[in-house]
């Protein structure tokens, strides 16, 4: 394996990205780790990552254990990566006279494993404020910028390699060339790493853990506890239940679906509850996002437990955790504020002291979803745009009730459907509608209407970190609005949301 150590650049998640697309494992640990630590693995390589530190800050710059750059394993750093490994050795990392951000082009001076193959002048992406202005003992440098600035350096002798610029973004074309150079020629490492070993790997793992116990998994209808629970059910077989607890907030045939499709699987061993009459209950009348949130966690749970305790003694919880859910909580940065409290849909009871099985934390939510293919799941769950646990209670602003829930996922079927047939449906993180429970004046026929507003949200995202408004064709959000004001009763007006986030979230609520 590859290991990546995170020193807080956004594109840490990347690099781990490109190194698995070239079929090699690799895992991301924070750059405090010690050699003890990472040696234990099946270590080839690793790579530093980027940045937004200064290695001459006074306040305790993020470094790593030194035993990985004394040559027992090849490094590559990128950007802070390369400062780090200069600064390290002795040599002299400054401010730069000009800081550089963008397209950038480089010349290769010297022959290297790096480089191999490439031709000598390379198009790449720069983001710094210092440069290596000094090498330190034994390395040389590789290539440099237009201004002579050290853009590529190495220490053959240890196999350390650094580089100013940033290869695993788009704008360095030849980036995945330079990632593959590292790792097969530098690392020796070799293309081994697919789905089909990862399922027999993680089958016997999770045989090995639960043996001959009971574990139960909360299916959400949604693309992670669907993998999860088929993989466990692959492993584990008859000692697999799965809870579907039917809020009444999802969207439109939900219920259905997950009866269709996980009723083949698990049979009597799926239990669907029909829990709408008491979420409902329990959230009438309140308007505050963070308590509805908070409602239909608690209630979740209660539910889950009771249905829990009629199956029998059970030891284990399946949860589809994924690996950026699990960095999130250890990387440099710490966890991330909370913008919203995130209810997950098969998080932990905590009283019940069940302990966790999570074969998808080494995974990220596109190898979720072709290893959900190669268990033989249907693309009608695999391809589904994302939905939040709390579902359509926070796209209903303010109080819900029956009425407003069925307007909104009615309104939710019809961008979903026309979002389909316009064949645009997987190029969008999600597309959704929003109610907005104010009155607005409108005509229709001959007479005045006085009726509420529906948003519809459509964005593109790589991660939901951050998103951009989709430009729908104007056709398409035309049918959208004119079917919604048609078929949805006590809607008159529909308003296409033109922000990104940041500033605005992707949810409203
Ligand atoms: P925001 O609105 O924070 O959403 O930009 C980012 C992504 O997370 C989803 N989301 C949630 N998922 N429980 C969840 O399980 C929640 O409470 C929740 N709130 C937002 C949202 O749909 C988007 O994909």
């Known amino acids: 394996m590859i290991v990546v150590l995170d020193f807080g650049s956004q594109t840490t998640q990347l690099i781990a990205r490109r190194v698995r697309e070239k079929k090699v494992y690799c895992e991301i640990l924070p750059h405090s780790a010690s050699w003890a630590e990472i040696e234990g693995r099946s270590l080839k390589g690793i790579i530093l990552s980027g940045g937004p530190a200064s290695v001459n800050g006074r306040a305790g710059s993020p470094s790593c254990d030194p035993g990985i750059l004394d040559g027992r394993v090849p490094v590559l ?27 950038a082009e480089i010349q290769i001076e010297r022959p290297s494993e790096l480089f191999r193959g490439l031709e000598s002048r390379l198009t790449v992406w720069m983001s710094h404020g210092d440069e290596v202005q000094a090498m330190p003992e034994g390395f040389q440098r590789l290539a440099g910028t237009s201004n002579a600035g050290l853009a590529a350096i190495s220490h053959p002798g240890k196999k350390l390699y650094g580089v100013q610029f940033h290869p695993e973004v788009a704008h360095t074309p030849k980036g995945p060339e330079i990632l593959s150079n590292f790792i097969f020629n530098v690392c020796g490492e070799s293309p081994s790493w697919k789905m089909s070993s990862f399922v027999e790997t993680e089958v016997e793992r999770i045989r090995s853990q639960v ?44 219920t259905e679906r997950v009866r269709k499709v996980f009723g083949g699987i698990f049979g009597e061993r799926l239990k669907i509850v029909n829990a709408r009459a008491r979420f409902l209950k329990k959230l009438k ?17 209660r539910v889950f437990e009771s249905e829990s305790k009629k199956i029998g003694k059970i030891r284990y919880l399946v949860q589809g955790t994924l690996y950026p859910d699990l960095i999130e909580s250890q990387s440099v940065r710490g966890p991330s504020a909370v913008i919203k409290t995130h209810h997950n849909v098969g998080g932990l009871p905590k009283n019940m002291r069940l302990s966790l099985v999570e074969p998808l934390k080494s995974l990220f939510k596109d190898e979720v979803r072709l290893l959900g293919a190669e268990l033989g799941l249907p693309n009608e769950i695999l391809l589904r745009q994302p939905f939040p646990g709390p579902g359509l209670a926070v796209r209903v602003l303010g109080p819900v009730d029956e009425e407003n829930i069925a307007m909104v996922r009615e309104a939710d079927r019809i961008v979903e459907e026309e979002i389909r047939a316009a064949g645009i449906y997987e190029q969008i993180w999600q597309a959704f509608a929003v109610l907005i429970p104010v009155r607005t004046v409108g005509v229709m026929g001959d007479a005045r209407t006085y009726e509420q507003v529906i948003a519809v949200r459509a964005v593109t995202s790589q991660d939901a970190m951050t998103a951009d408004w989709a430009d729908i064709p104007r056709n398409v959000l035309a049918r959208i609005s004119n079917r919604i004001i048609n078929e949805v009763r006590g809607v008159n007006r529909v308003a296409y949301d033109i922000s990104s986030k940041p500033p605005s979230t992707i949810e409203w609520e």
């Open 211 to 254: 043996g001959k116990d009971t574990a139960v998994c909360a299916l959400s209808g949604g693309v992670d506890s669907a993998v999860a629970a088929a993989l466990a059910h692959r492993a584990i077989g008859g000692q697999l239940h799965c809870v579907f607890v039917d809020h009444g907030l999802q969207r439109h045939g939900e």
């Open 285 to 301: 009348g309140v308007g505050d996002p963070e308590k509805k949130r908070k409602i239909i966690g608690t209630e979740f749970i």
């Open 77 to 103: 750093g990128i950007c802070y990566g390369m400062q780090l490994l200069a600064h390290a050795g002795g040599g002299r990392v400054s401010r730069a006279a000009k800081r550089e951000f963008g397209r």
